[in-house]
Nanobody
Framework: EVQLVESGGGLVQPGGSLRLSCVASGFGFPVYGMMWVRQVPGSEFECIATITARGGYARYADSVKDRATISKDNAKNTLDLELNSLRTEDTAMYYC??????????????RGQGTQVTVSS
């Protein structure tokens, strides 16, 4: 059974930083691309960062470009997202998601339960 467990969310002030983590199990983590997606209630999912299976190539949405870094540790089965210079519009539920192949395309088959990020003063 695929399991993705996120952590690291919380309340952050504008301009601050946070690091989200995801622990994966139940599938061959090293052979799948992974991604972080977020959702504001009532809105579509937004794929903000994706990474290839080996972690060599990442892609970012324009909304977080130059502020986000996604990383994948295939030895530990973990996926991280560092997000800097946080803005109120970054407030959302953040999900770790498993890709459908080894690429960094934004197509997922499973996602975790999510971790809430709230950016507010």
């Amino acid at each position: 059974e695929v399991q993705l467990v996120e952590s690291g969310g919380g309340l952050v002030q504008p301009g601050g930083s946070l690091r989200l983590s995801c622990v994966a199990s139940g599938f061959g983590f090293p052979v799948y691309g992974m991604m972080w997606v977020r959702q504001v209630p009532g809105s579509e999912f937004e794929c903000i960062a994706t990474i290839t299976a080996r972690g060599g190539y990442a892609r970012y949405a324009d909304s977080v470009k130059d502020r986000a870094t996604i990383s994948k540790d295939n030895a530990k089965n973990t996926l991280d997202l560092e997000l800097n210079s946080l803005r109120t519009e970054d407030t959302a539920m953040y999900y770790c998601a498993k890709g459908t192949d080894n690429s960094n395309l934004c197509k997922w088959s499973h996602r975790g339960q999510g971790t809430q990020v709230t950016v507010s003063s």
